[in-house]
């Protein structure tokens, strides 16, 4: 496939039962499943060097309020603010970054399809390409 979209989502779901050892083992699973999948990528030849990871989340936590840990949404301190990992041949390896741009979810299709070459008609829902995971800084 030119593209393939995963959703994990057990973290989000022992979150909101507030089972934080299986939250923790959740994020642990879902880490090894996605080393696991750029190993493959990084050994298969047609993948290898040709193949670029987006990696964010749906939605934030807040951890203002400690207790609200295990919900997010509107009357919840900060968890409108989510992250985002890229690695591949196309995005320069920063590592974490701190005071960088600001950057809004509805970034992420466009930035998909620009890295594939496709043009994208985001009917003006679509925020722009995120130039510093292009490459275009």
Do not use: M
């Amino acid at each position: 496939p030119r593209l393939l979209y995963i959703a994990y989502g057990e973290t989000d779901d022992f979150a909101h039962d507030a089972d934080y050892d299986q939250y923790l083992h959740a994020a642990r699973r879902t880490d090894t499943f996605i080393r696991q999948l750029w190993e493959y990528c990084q050994k298969d030849p047609h993948y290898a060097n040709n193949t670029t990871f987006i990696i964010t989340t749906d939605h934030g936590r807040g951890d203002a309020i400690k207790r609200q840990w295990t919900d997010h949404g509107t009357g919840v301190k900060d968890a409108y603010q989510t992250w985002i990992a890229a690695i591949g041949p196309d995005t320069p390896a920063s590592g974490e970054r701190q005071n960088s741009p600001v950057y809004y979810t509805n970034q992420i299709a466009r930035t998909a399809t620009t890295l594939l070459g496709i043009p994208y008609d985001g009917k003006g829902k679509a925020g722009q390409a995120i130039g510093d995971l292009l490459n275009k800084n």
